[in-house]
């Protein structure tokens, strides 16, 4: 009998941290990267959370975040640009916390009012709103675009901190906006379904709060399937200029490996054409 205890007890504890929404990788929300295939381990930070973002209790993207820096490595989602309004409410990762808390992100309010945790708890894992007040000349640059999904429900999970950095005012307005907002247009023409990766390079400064690494450079990358072959591109930008770089996906990739010091770095399956 104690033996049967015991093995129920194991098999109690693997089922939890199956349904555990930021663990060590990403295998419940790997619908988000093409072919199931998230980028190498190069990118990954040296205290990372693998955040499998969850709202309405629905699956929305994937997130590397880093606690320590407390800024996003990448996030990762499929594009379906939408023109419903943008949302205001900001919200953070309970999990960050520890698995006790809800799998879903949340607004501070609700956690302090109804988990009982102070502010001070939530700030050890994670960024939150008061990090980001004052700032001059920098913005809360969304990794995972709001205008890149169609209802407000689907917009609204982007509003976490954990999907945002410090971005420069005018690179985050100016040049990065029309990337966003133009170039994917013209680019996704012809393709039946975007996956898409966009992420941080950590820089070395923070925001006035000390508590918040603000990137050297921001990068997005794109992978898609159209009705005659596989497409793919990428764009880079110093944090600190409205320009943005278009580049091939295989330059964005060996881009990346010179800023991080690193042999390889791969962000996509290998059917994603690099040229």
């Avoid at 089922?15 to 419940?28: A, I, K, M, N, Y």
């Avoid at 929300?29 to 381990?41: D, G, H, K, M, R």
């Avoid at 980001?132 to 969304?142: A, D, M, Q, S, V």
């Amino acid at each position: 009998m104690l033996w049967l205890l015991l093995l129920l007890q194991v098999w109690a504890s693997c089922l939890w941290l199956g349904h555990s929404e930021v663990g060590t990788s990403f295998d419940s929300c790997l619908e988000f990267f093409y072919q199931n295939t998230p980028p190498n381990s190069a990118l990954k930070p040296e205290d990372p959370a693998w955040i499998c973002q969850v709202y309405d209790n629905q699956y929305c993207f994937a997130t590397l975040y880093d606690k320590s820096r407390r800024i996003p490595m990448y996030s990762a989602y499929k594009y379906e640009p939408g023109e419903s309004p943008k949302p205001q409410i900001w919200m953070v990762e309970p999990q960050l916390m520890g698995s006790t808390y809800p799998k879903e992100m949340n607004t501070e309010s609700t956690l302090i009012d109804e988990y009982h945790v102070n502010i001070e708890e939530i700030k050890r894992s994670q960024a939150v709103l008061e990090d980001y007040k004052g700032l001059k000349g920098l913005t809360r640059g969304h990794l995972n675009p709001v205008g890149h999904h169609p209802t407000y429900r689907k917009k609204l999970p982007t509003n976490t901190l954990t999907n945002i950095v410090p971005q420069d005012e005018k690179l985050n307005n100016g040049a990065w906006t029309k990337y966003e907002q133009g170039t994917m247009i013209k680019k996704t023409k012809g393709c039946n379904s975007t996956y898409v990766i966009v992420g941080a390079v950590p820089g070395n400064s923070k925001i006035p709060s000390g508590r918040v690494n603000i990137p050297s450079h921001i990068w997005s990358s794109a992978c898609c399937e159209t009705g005659t072959g596989m497409r793919a591109w990428a764009v880079i930008a110093e944090n600190n200029k409205n320009k943005v770089d278009l580049l091939t996906l295989g330059e964005l990739e060996a881009k990346l490996a010179s800023l991080y010091g690193l042999e390889e770095v791969s962000l996509f399956h290998s059917d994603c054409p690099r040229k």
